[in-house]
């Protein structure tokens, strides 16, 4: 292309969207798509282009997560309510991720992992409790090569027993059949986590707002992290259950100075009984994929 003007707002899209398939984190995605829309506004201005393109092309970061809002009720039930949960459809979006764009949210929701832990979730990380067989859970560690953020988010977070019975341990067997390290095929196609991540997120982000709707710039895909929590709450956890389901260090940064204390024991039996007794009565609305 030699001429700036003939420069659209697809085209842009289809710029950032490559970005994210490089492995390039939001905010160096934001800030090269920005490069471009400034020189557009700045050829619009002397007069070289009629239009320039603004809106709607930057992924939103909020200042931190702990600034995002939960979802309420309603909109809870207009998230869930999409026919992919409902009817068992599939967006044919490569960026959404085949059975990313239904497992994603709903573990979120119920179980409170990140995108990236869940994506890099495999045969060998949805397994027994080692202490108690009977509760199966999401093993969240850096074991096999996987990254986490940080070392207090290894943990075992029980799963609820609506996924298991829903389509997950089918998901699990179909991913150890074909020996994969991830349960999603998406993930084994890329290389990068970050890069599936990102996809994703834009993915979301667009149907959120222009599908859905839900135009709140503090409410995003780890708002399903809030409800999670406030859910806990509702339920009576304590902060200290609450930090260790959602891998947060006990006590925040604050804790890794001064006298060291043994770590308190988790009691996984208390943490399934939560998560299996919260409210959530969409998911008795939820098309479950066939075993």
């Given amino acids: ?20 398939t490089t492995g390039l984190k939001t905010p160096t ?22 239009t320039a393109i603004t809106g709607g092309i930057y992924i939103e970061i909020p200042a931190g997560t702990n600034e995002r809002e939960p979802f309420d009720r309603a909109e809870l039930d207009v998230v869930f309510g999409q026919d992919v949960f409902r009817k068992g459809v599939r967006s044919e979006n490569p960026k959404a991720g085949g059975e990313l764009e239904f497992w994603i949210p709903l ?13 890099q979730l495999g045969p060998d990380t949805v ?34 027993k609506e996924l298991l019975d829903g389509g997950l341990l089918a998901l699990i067997e179909n991913a150890r059949q074909k020996g994969w390290k991830t349960l ?16 994703f997120s834009s993915f979301w982000s667009d ?8 135009k709140d710039p503090l409410k995003t ?13 509702a339920a009576g956890a304590t902060e200290y259950e609450k930090d260790q389901l959602m891998g947060h260090a006990e006590a925040g940064t604050g804790k890794k100075y001064g006298t060291k204390k043994k770590p308190r024991v988790v ?19 939820i098309e479950w994929p066939s075993p």
Avoid at 29 to 50: C, E, F, H, P, S
Avoid at 110 to 117: A, D, K, M, P, V
Avoid at 207 to 214: G, K, T, V
């Fill in 1 to 20: 292309m030699r001429d700036i003007g003939e420069i659209t707002r697809a085209h842009i899209i289809a710029f950032r969207d490559h970005l994210f």
């Fill in 29 to 50: 995605v934001n800030k090269r798509v920005g490069q471009i829309t400034t020189l557009l506004a700045t050829a619009q201005r002397a007069g070289w282009i009629d």
């Fill in 107 to 119: 573990v979120s929701l119920t179980s409170g992992l990140i995108s990236s832990e869940i994506i």
């Fill in 127 to 160: 397994v027994p409790h080692p202490d108690h067989p009977e509760i199966i859970c999401f093993e969240v560690s850096n074991a096999g090569g996987r990254s986490i953020k940080a070392h207090a988010r290894k943990r075992y977070v029980p799963v609820r």
């Fill in 184 to 199: 999603w095929a998406a993930a084994e196609q890329k290389a990068s986590v970050t890069s599936v991540s990102n996809m």
């Fill in 207 to 214: 149907r959120l707002r222009n599908e859905l709707s839900i």
């Fill in 221 to 233: 895909l780890y708002s399903l992290r809030h409800n999670f929590r406030d859910a806990l709450s």
């Fill in 267 to 285: 009691d996984i039996v208390r943490l399934n009984e939560l998560i299996q007794s919260l409210a959530w009565p969409l998911l008795g609305r």
